[in-house]
């Protein structure tokens, strides 16, 4: 069965790709671990060299590779080229800074170290939403580490998946340094469980849901395989009474509705404190109301369409489960007519916090407003939910910020500002978001053996 690329702006097909053959699966395993023994022993300088020319090329290409992202799944152009270039940073972050967060760690005290070694084939189940950069982020420091990997990409973003493996290959990437799996979605449950049982992966990584997560973790489990997951996420974004409320509402719409609202980092529940409740209900509305919408090749729109219908059709049944919930819509609520996955950009408050639907995450243009008395509420609904990915605490009181920010179950925490990654520094969740860490010093090392050399 073909794998489909289809324009969520207009909704005629991009091209089909066939599905990999369980012969091509095995061609492509057996190829990896070839690759991966002589990768292993290539020189740090090598590896980092190659990721310089990565950086490079992606530079190079950000306006083809933009195309070919916003055309896949929709996101508006400006925003494709800024993930291709944050994909060019990170390489070249990783080439310079990379060899010293894999150096050796001596052990004050003791004649010993800690040695950075590669584990193996890593199996990376990648999603669809930051095609570039959400496997770029996975790959660069994996492979720098002396890893290779198998990539299972998106059903949807095939001709990203295939121009990655391209673009390793240009950069001088060895056979079995980076290969590309064709599975659709039918298989993938049955092929992702054979894959991770096999001898020759050593690892796994999954960005995507917390059930996908969770059948991957045991699979792997059941072997006693190392599994770094990054799952879901219902961020909050805290708004107190003495915060920039004008920049909270700027960087909050960004927060909510950049990539289409299609982001696990995204903010998605907006605790603000009752005093300026009302007001901030006010501004948000009109902010979010005001984005354009359009074709996501327009460089003025800010809103495109959702990746797949599918999506639209949840999001449409989330919002009326949100007003079953007592919740208000007071800015959106609707699909738009025409051909297209657009839905509004959508505000609701005043729903129940506890209700199921509201313990869902949204993955769709939708921003749940609520209202809180205290710090301790606020942290009390801040957490009341089964992920833990990030949150967002706005509040003129520094040492109030770091007291909130202490207190909330979440892999990141950002003050006056909103959740995003970076290449120099760690991301992760905690609960239902996952565990492991990618980027920066800590994501180095995530997939390798810290192996302990004692003596001289």
């Not at 002589?38 to 060299?49: H, M, N």
């Not at 054979?194 to 020759?200: A, P």
């Not at 007519?337 to 408050?349: A, D, H, L, Q, S």
């Not at 003050?415 to 520094?425: G, L």
């Amino acid at each position: 069965m073909p794998l489909k690329s289809i324009n969520p702006a207009t909704g005629q097909l991009i091209a089909e790709y066939p599905a990999d053959t369980a012969q091509q699966i095995e061609q492509k395993l057996a190829a990896a671990w070839e690759g991966w023994q002589a990768w292993s022993r290539t020189p740090l300088a090598t590896r980092s060299a190659l990721l310089l020319r990565l950086g490079d090329l992606l530079e190079q290409r950000a306006d083809d590779y933009a195309r070919l992202i916003t055309s896949e799944m929709g996101k508006p152009i400006g925003e494709a080229k800024a993930e291709v270039l944050k994909a060019a940073s990170g390489a070249r972050h990783f080439a310079a800074e990379g060899p010293a967060y894999l150096a050796d760690q001596p052990i004050a005290g003791t004649p010993s170290l800690v040695r950075y070694q590669p584990l193996g084939p890593i199996f990376g189940i990648m999603p669809w939403n930051l095609p570039f950069w959400q496997v770029l982020r996975f790959f660069i420091p994996t492979a720098l580490a002396g890893n290779v990997v198998l990539v299972k990409h998106g059903e949807t973003v095939q001709g990203a998946a295939r121009a990655i493996e391209q673009l390793v290959r240009d950069a001088g990437g060895p056979a079995g340094l980076y290969t590309n799996l064709a599975i659709p979605n039918e298989t993938i449950a049955d092929e992702a469980r054979k894959i991770v049982l096999d001898d020759r992966i050593r690892a796994v990584t999954l960005t995507g849901s917390t059930g996908a997560g969770r059948a991957v973790a045991a699979a792997a489990g059941s072997v006693g395989k190392k599994v770094v997951l990054e799952l879901g996420g219902s961020d909050a974004f805290i708004v107190f009474a003495d915060a920039d409320l004008d920049k909270a509402v700027q960087l909050g719409v960004v927060s909510r509705y950049s990539n289409n609202a299609q982001s696990c980092i995204a903010a998605k529940r907006f605790l603000v404190e009752r005093s300026v409740f009302d007001a901030y209900v006010s501004r948000y509305a009109t902010a979010a109301s005001a984005l354009a919408i359009g074709d996501p090749m327009d460089a003025a729109t800010k809103l495109g369409p959702m990746a797949r219908a599918d999506l639209v059709d949840t999001t449409e049944r989330q919002v009326r489960d949100a007003v079953a919930a007592g919740g208000r819509v007071v800015a959106g609520g609707k699909r738009l007519n025409g051909p297209g996955n657009y839905y509004e950009p959508t505000v609701i408050v005043g729903a129940d916090p506890d209700a199921p639907i509201i313990q869902e995450e949204f993955f769709g243009p939708v921003a749940l407003l609520f209202p809180f008395d205290s710090e301790d509420e606020a942290v009390s609904l801040a957490n009341a939910t089964e992920y833990g990915l990030g949150g967002a605490v706005w509040t003129s009181d520094a040492v109030r910020a770091q007291r909130v920010a202490d207190r909330l179950e979440a892999g990141a925490v950002f003050i006056n500002d909103f959740v995003r990654s970076d290449p120099r520094a760690p991301f992760g969740g905690v609960k239902g978001s996952g565990f492991g860490r990618e980027l920066g010093p800590l994501g180095a090392r995530e997939l390798t053996n810290a192996k302990l050399v004692w003596g001289s």
